[in-house]
């Protein structure tokens, strides 16, 4: 009966801790803009890659769709 009452004692310290943590993180720090903007530069670097990278582009069926580096441009870092 002890063991069962420690058993139940840790598990609802453990959920107390946990629950204070996440309280104490707060709400603030990151700017949902720049999240934006890197899920967009994301988006364009996949789309580029999937042109040049297609299997067309792989194996040659055009002369220099497989060129990834003309694609992108001055958009790459």
Not at 36 to 65: G, I
Request: net charge positive; charged share 25%.
């Amino acid at each position: 009966m002890i063991a069962l009452l420690i058993l139940f004692g840790v598990i609802i310290g453990a959920g107390v801790l946990a629950f204070t943590v996440v309280l104490r993180r707060g709400r603030g720090g990151v700017d949902p803009v720049e999240g934006l903007r890197q899920e967009e530069e994301a988006l364009r670097h996949a789309k580029t890659d999937r042109v040049s990278f297609n299997s067309w582009s792989v194996h040659n069926y055009l002369p220099t769709s497989s060129d990834a580096y003309h694609r992108r441009g001055d958009h790459r870092r």
